[in-house]
Every structure is written in structure tokens, then in C-alpha cells.
């Protein structure tokens, strides 16, 4: 009964984001338990709307975002079952990735508003940065194992994936960072756009898009566990899941914004290079 | 009730208070920063993001009228308080009216009433569509004519900034007081630190907090060093302009006390400056207004009788 996953996953997901998101207040210098309490004022607070906004565009596409990490959760091992065992669930992953694309420019351009339109922009060009590095770092374990089933990775792994290709995981942490839009590649939310595509939103619409923010970092943290660190029972995936989201939260607090301009520059003329290199050498093992 | 009474009173341990500087108010505004990250509240982004209104000092008539259009856009629960000495009053009685059930109800109830009248527009809400031009690249690109300021955090007072945008790329940007003043001067470290502040928190810097603690006068060591020595911040802000003739990270620098003893800097005037921006990102521009030296009002003697009001509004 493989359904049984869906809720597990689910609350597993969402005590996993919540907890992540008080680790990142606290580094900020703010209490542990900073999201409750967000989450309460969001709860009480009234909704707003703008000036001619597309209401159906911007609502659906702040929902879609913990929608996106849930169907991300989906092609995850847990043990021996899967919710979805998909023979291509590294491209569904990567599709669900891409699907963030979509829900940021709509934010942006449903508000009617500069602040969210400018940060659907800056997340437009962010993407354009991250998601080959990311499409790449994605195929490189695929190649490994000659499948693209997420099972099959975790069953070719006897060194974890994660010593015998460490670019391609490093890049991908990033590429998380990247599509939650959290900490150094916060820029289309940041603060100096009022917000950016969060600005404009008040009370549950602001809460569920904020929510999705830390649900994608989880589902991109979880993802990982299969991929690189050799998947595991429940237990095992919630504890690497937890170690993964430890590291992506310390090193973010530590590093300022980085500008979406500059990211374009280190995306085509590093990252992507390093990765394809990476590939190259992972192939070659596997041929020799 | 009980459960709401409760859930309101849960919500408010960590307000989000959107702080607007009027020429004359910058210590207040500096001091309930601090006041801010002592208690654990936040700072808020947008007036959608605030839950409280502080205006520090006292706002002439042009910064008057956009506080009213801010305090209007705020969701609700919302409070609202003027501080022109010590902001903690002003705050208390802001964060108390938020708990206040039955006065945010009737708040509630009178927008609704005041919502429904007007909007009979042909166009969408009586906005103009975007016109179009070439950009820096000579493609016609969408124009956007948005004015920023003077109500955005890390901004100089009572400034404000009439844009044209393509993307958000800045194809003309013409500077002004929005009543005719600039931001007080403070002494030299206090003045220098907070502009380095300003530029930290648009940068998203962990070293903001610290430039914040050094500018209320704590010892927190050596900040240039540590400042200097962040190389993905270099890595950020280097090249990017600056109006006072260096780069960005060369200005960031020499604000910090112990950093580079750089040229003494000459108070400069808005107007004419909006050329410089030109062809910039607005985070550019964001940032090279942050750390500008505006020339301003010459600061009010802090010593001043307290006055603290807050207020949610009422019929």
C-alpha cells in the first residue's frame, strides 16, 4: 500500500520545513520558535489585493509551490516503496524543478505590483543560472547506475555517491538553494523590493507562499538522500534529510545575497563546465 | 473569542513594523532599529508585510500624504505610532492596540465600508497601460514609470525617485525631496555607520547586525577587517556603482571605522544625480543610494521631551 506514503510524506515534509525555517531564524539572530508565531500572524491577518491584479493566476500560482515539493517527495525511495515509482523519476523531478519557473513568474506578473514583478524577473535570470548546472548534476548519479528510476540509484550505490562524485552534489545544494529562493539566492524575494514576489501578499496567500519556500528546500534536501547519500528506511531518510537541511541552512546564514547578475556569470563560466567535467569523469568509470 | 483574543495575542509577540524616517527623525529611527533587535521584532519590507506603522519625526506634507496611502495598504490587524524621541512608548502602545479585539474589528468593519464606494473606471483600475522605448540594448522594451520613496526601508530620507523602468533595468531616474529636505546629518561615525548598515541589510550581510551594534556605540572590534575579509560580500558589491566616484565595495569599505581612509566626503544634492543610475539593475541603484552622502538638515539635539502615540483607528 504504497498510498500510505502520501500523508507520511506529507507530515514528514512539513515538520521537516517548519523545523528547518526556526534553525534559520535562530542563526539570524531570532528564536526557535519564529514560524509558529508567523505562522499565526499570517493565520490572523487580513488578505489584500492590488490594483487590476490576475486573481486567478496569482492565487494558483502561490498554491502550486508546497503542491510542487509534495509531487517532488513523490519519486523519493522510502525504504523499499515508493509513492510513484516512475522508470523516469529523475526528469520528474527535474520537470517539478522547472514547474517553479512557472509559479514565480505568475507571482510576479499576477500581482499587477513592481515589487513581485521585478522579483519575478530576478528569479527568471536566477533560473536561467542554476537549472543547467542543475540538469547536469542530475544526470551524473542517472549515469552511474544506467537508469533513471530514483530505486535503481540508490541500489548502485555501494560508496556513496556523494565521495565517488562530490561537483555534481555540491552544485545540486546550491541548485536548492536556487529554486526555494532561500538565503544567498533570495534575491526575488529580497528586501530590497519590498519583498519582491512575496511583496503585495498578506495573510493565508502570503503563508502558503512562504511555507512552499521551505517545503521546496526539504523536497530538494530529501531528494538528495536517494541520490547521493544512499537513500535509507523512513528513519534513515528523515535523519540525512535533516543533516542535508542542516548544511544548506548553516552555509546560507553565512553568505550574503548573491546578485543574480553575478550568479549568470558563475553559472555558464563555472558551474556549468565543473559539471559537465564531472559527467565526463563519472562516464568513464562507468564505460572503463 | 476567547480562541481568537488568544491566537491575536500569539501573533503579536513578533510584530513587523515598518519604520518611516521624516527629515528630522533619524535617531528615533536608528533607535527603534536597535529597539527592534533587541526584543525579536522585525522589521518589515512593505506595507504589506507590517502589522505596525511608526513614523519617526515629523512628516511635512508631501511624506504626510504617502504615509496615509501606506497606512491604507497595511492588511490589519494594523497600529500605527509616531515617536519623535524615545520610540518604546510609541511601540508599546502599537503593539498593545494589535491584542485589541474589538478595536481591530471596528477598524476592520470601517475599510470594508469605505472600499465599496468609488471604482468606476473604464480602464482596469483607472491605470494607464505601459508605453514602450528602446532600452540599453536598442530592443523596444515595456516602460514602466514607477516612483520610489520616500515610505522603503534602507532608503534616504525623504527622498524620492521618479523611474522609468525596462525589466528591472533603469532606463531614467530623476531625484528630488519629497518636501524640499534630506535626511539629518549625524556626526561623522554615527553618520558613516548607518549608511554602511543601510547597504549590509539590502546586501543581505550577516555583518549588518554587527555594523547596527557598533553605530549604537557597543564595542564590537574591528568591522573593516571583518568586512574586508568577506570575499563573496567583495565578490557581490565590487563594480558596482557608486555616486560618489569609487565603486561600491571601495565606499562600503571606508564607511566602516579602521577601514581605508578614504577622501573626506562632500555632501551632494539629489537632483542631477538620476543620470549616474542609468542602465543600472534596481538592486544597483537600491544600494548606491543606500550608501550615498546626502546633504540634509542639520540634526535636531536628541535630547528631546518624549512623545509617543499610537493608535488603531477608530469611528
Known sequence: MTWVLLPALAVGLAVLAVATAGVSARLAGGSLSAPLHEGARLLVQRRRTTVAPDSLLWRVAGGSLPVIALMMLAVVPVGGSVLADLPVGVVWFNAMDVLVWASLWLLGWGSNALGPLVGGYRFLAQALAYELPLMFALTTPAVAASSLRVGDIVAAQGIWNVVTMPVAAAVFLLCVLGFAFLGPLGQPAAADLGGGVLDELSGPDRLVVVAGRWALLTAGAAFFVPLFLGGGGALVLLVKTAAVLAVLVGVGSRLPLLRVERLLEIGWLVLLPLTLVQLLVTSLTVVL | MELTTRLLAYA??????????????????????????????????????????????????????????????????????????????????????????????????????????????????????????????????????????????????????????????????????????????????????????????????????????????????????????????????????????????????????????????????????GEMLVGQELAALRLALAACPFSGSVAPQPARPVRGRARGRRR
Open chain 2, 12 to 273: 503579536a509577540a513578533r510584530p513587523h513594523v515598518l519604520l518611516v524616517e521624516a527629515p528630522g527623525g533619524r535617531r528615533t529611527r536608528m533607535a527603534a532599529q536597535d529597539l527592534l533587535a533587541a526584543r525579536g521584532w522585525l522589521p518589515a519590507v512593505s506595507p504589506a508585510d507590517a502589522d505596525v506603522l511608526l513614523v519617526c519625526g515629523r512628516p511635512a506634507p508631501g511624506l504626510a500624504e504617502r504615509v496615509a496611502r501606506v497606512w491604507s495598504q497595511m492588511p490589519g490587524p494594523r497600529a500605527r505610532g509616531t515617536a519623535t524621541g524615545d520610540p518604546a512608548p510609541a511601540l508599546d502602545v502599537a503593539r498593545e492596540s494589535l491584542t485589541d479585539l474589538q478595536a481591530q474589528r471596528e477598524d476592520a468593519v470601517a475599510r470594508d465600508i469605505e472600499a465599496d464606494g468609488g471604482m468606476t473606471d473604464d480602464m482596469p483600475g483607472g491605470l494607464m497601460m505601459a508605453g514602450s522605448g528602446s532600452d540599453r540594448d536598442e530592443l523596444q522594451l515595456e516602460q514602466l514609470q514607477p516612483e520610489l520613496g520616500p515610505v522603503l526601508p534602507h532608503w534616504p530620507a525623504g527622498l524620492l525617485a521618479r523611474l522609468t523602468l525596462q525589466g528591472d533595468v533603469v532606463a531614467a531616474a530623476e531625484l528630488s525631496w519629497c518636501d524640499g529636505v534630506g535626511p539629518d546629518r549625524l556626526d561623522e561615525r554615527a553618520e558613516r555607520l548607518d549608511r554602511a548598515y543601510a547597504v549590509l541589510s539590502l546586501a543581505g550581510s550577516r555583518h549588518a547586525a554587527a555594523v547596527r551594534a557598533g553605530r549604537a556605540g557597543q564595542d564590537v572590534g574591528d568591522l573593516a577587517r571583518r568586512v574586508g575579509r568577506d570575499r563573496a560580500l567583495r565578490w557581490s558589491l565590487r563594480g558596482l556603482p557608486s555616486l560618489t566616484g569609487e565603486d561600491l565595495w571601495a565606499e562600503l569599505l571606508a564607511l566602516l571605522p579602521d577601514g581605508p581612509v578614504g577622501r573626506p566626503q562632500q555632501p551632494v544634492e539629489p537632483a542631477g544625480l
